[in-house]
C-alpha cells in the first residue's frame, strides 16, 4: 500500500481541513496510508539556518522523502493558500541539490463553508507545487463545501453522495500514484 505524506495548510486545533483530510484518511485506508506531516513547528524559512538545520526541518524532510506521494489540504486565505504550506514548500525544496518534493506525485485539495470550497487557493497552489518537481494530479478536482450534516461525530463522511464522490477521487488519486510514481 502506497504512503502519502500529508501536509494540512491550517494550524489551527479545530481545522477544518484538518477534519476534512482525516476524514479523507479514513474512506482511504484501504487503498492509501495517510501519513501527517507537522509543518506547524517549522521555523520561517531563512537560508542561514542551514549551517546547523532545525530538527523539524530535516523530519518534515525525512517523512516527505520517505512518502510515495502528496496530498496538500489547504484552506483559503484572502484568496490564496496558507503561509504555512509555502515555507514548508520553501524548506522542503532546499539546500539546494536536495530538494524532498522532486518526482513526487502530489494532489491538492481543500474544504471550506464557502460554495467554492478552497478552488482560488488550490489554484494558487498548482503553480507553487510544479515548480518544485512534483507531478501534479490535475483531474479530478476536490472544491468541498464543508456542510456539519455530512459528518458525524467522529467526523466520518456520513452523506452516501459525498462518500461516493470523494471515494472516486481517492480511487484516482490512488490510480495516479501507481501509475507516476
Do not use: C, H
Not at 524559512?45 to 530535516?58: F, I, K, Q, S, T
Request: a negative charge; charged letters at 20%; glycine letters at 8%.
Amino acid at each position: 500500500m502506497k504512503t502519502v505524506a500529508v501536509l494540512v495548510g491550517s494550524l489551527s486545533r479545530g481545522s477544518l481541513n484538518r477534519k476534512f483530510a482525516q476524514s479523507l484518511g479514513r474512506l482511504a485506508a484501504d487503498r492509501l496510508t495517510f501519513k501527517f506531516v507537522e509543518i506547524g513547528d517549522l521555523p520561517l524559512y531563512n537560508n542561514d539556518l542551514w549551517e546547523n538545520p532545525p530538527e523539524p526541518v530535516l523530519r518534515m524532510k525525512r517523512e516527505v522523502e520517505a512518502a510515495d506521494a502528496v496530498l496538500f489540504v489547504t484552506p483559503e486565505y484572502n484568496r490564496s493558500f496558507t503561509p504555512a504550506i509555502k515555507n514548508a514548500v520553501d524548506w522542503g525544496s532546499r539546500p539546494w541539490g536536495e530538494n524532498s518534493w522532486a518526482g513526487k506525485p502530489a494532489a491538492i485539495t481543500g474544504t471550506s463553508p464557502g460554495a467554492i470550497g478552497t478552488a482560488v487557493a488550490q489554484d494558487a497552489l498548482k503553480s507553487v507545487v510544479s515548480v518544485v518537481g512534483m507531478t501534479l494530479m490535475g483531474q479530478p478536482e476536490v472544491y468541498f463545501q464543508y456542510k456539519p450534516e455530512l459528518f458525524d461525530q467522529d467526523n466520518s463522511i456520513v452523506n452516501e453522495d459525498s462518500r461516493t464522490f470523494l471515494n472516486g477521487w481517492v480511487d484516482r488519486f490512488a490510480a495516479f500514484i501507481d501509475r507516476v510514481g
